[in-house]
């Protein structure tokens, strides 16, 4: 997994203000490092404030997650408004993008046993026990994902039925207005709308 960055390193306080002006964007690389330097003078004098260049990955870095969680923030915003929520689309598309979220860190605890120097590979019982509660997280998501597809079939089941018995009152009113016999209802009902 590698060592941590420089800013995760930092004092909690300092980490979370270097969150803050990065994520509002309000001000410029050389002005954060400036304003760190003037609101936190003993760390400065300390040289345990991080660099231009840390500043600038780690902004990089978090730009990438706050991204993610926007996008993932819109297109919960778009299934609502476009599928109402009777069939619970936002559960369905959250559980999707947290299953791609487990299966991607997967791949990455492997990309970097695989590719680590002997100091940054990760402690075997430490990946075991990584994955095991990934394991048992994943489970719980197929369990979820299975229950809303047999809630998401059950909506659709009741959304047919409600439709067929709002057809054949319709239809039944329209007969007795045009004057049809039980036996030519009983053919719309069978033929057109398919009810047996």
Not at 6 to 12: G, V
Not at 35 to 44: I, K, S, Y
Not at 133 to 162: D, G, P
């Amino acid at each position: 997994m590698g060592r941590k960055s420089s800013i995760d390193r930092l004092d909690p306080e300092i980490k979370a203000y270097i969150q803050a002006m990065l994520a509002s964007g309000s001000m410029t690389l050389d002005e954060l490092i400036a304003d760190l330097q003037g609101r936190f003078p003993a760390a400065a004098t300390a040289g345990d404030l991080p660099s231009r260049s840390a500043v600038g990955r780690y902004g990089q870095k978090l730009e990438r997650r706050l991204s993610a969680i926007r996008a993932s923030t819109e297109a919960a915003k778009l299934i609502q408004a476009h599928a109402g929520d009777d069939k619970d689309a936002r559960s369905e598309a959250l559980t999707a993008m947290v299953q791609t979220e487990l299966f991607e860190a997967i791949l990455m605890l492997q990309e970097a046993d695989e590719q680590g120097e002997d100091s940054e590979k990760i402690d075997h019982e430490k990946r075991v026990e990584v994955l095991s509660k990934a394991a048992k997280n994943i489970a719980t998501l197929t369990r979820s994902s299975i229950n809303l597809k047999e809630f998401q079939a059950k909506v659709e089941e009741a959304a047919r039925r409600k439709l067929l018995e709002e057809q054949q009152a319709n239809l039944q009113k329209i007969a007795k207005s045009q004057g049809m016999s039980q036996e030519q209802l009983d053919f719309w009902i069978k033929d057109f709308l398919g009810v047996r």
